[in-house]
């Protein structure tokens, strides 16, 4: 009995550290060996690629340092609200 009670205080203490201690999981974006790209036009859409291998149509790649890393980064919601035009120009959708 003294045993179950032990534990079960162990694992309420160690539920406590683990909410008040700021513990959080970040999704990436892409697993590893893979790139996010964005499709063209307005609809948007993105996908991942495998590293070494450029998109297929209708994919390109984010433009140079607004790249998304993990889900709901700054570039991640920036995305959201834009996407890239046929001429490789951000637009807002």
């Known amino acids: 009995?003294?045993?179950?009670?032990?534990?079960?205080?162990?694992?309420?203490?160690?539920?406590?550290?683990?909410?008040?201690?700021?513990?959080?999981?970040?999704?990436?974006?892409?697993?590893?060996?893979?790139?996010?790209?964005?499709?063209?036009?307005?609809?948007?859409?993105?996908?991942?690629v495998p590293d070494g291998q450029e998109p297929t149509a209708p994919y390109v790649r984010y433009p140079q340092g607004k790249v998304p890393k993990h889900v709901d980064d700054e570039w991640d919601i920036y995305w959201r609200s834009h996407g890239i035009d046929d001429r490789g120009n951000i637009i807002e959708t």
């Open 1 to 48: 009995m003294r045993t179950r009670v032990m534990i079960v205080l162990a694992a309420v203490g160690l539920s406590g550290l683990m909410m008040t201690s700021g513990c959080s999981y970040v999704e990436d974006i892409c697993g590893d060996g893979e790139y996010p790209v964005i499709a063209v036009g307005g609809q948007g859409g993105s996908a991942c």
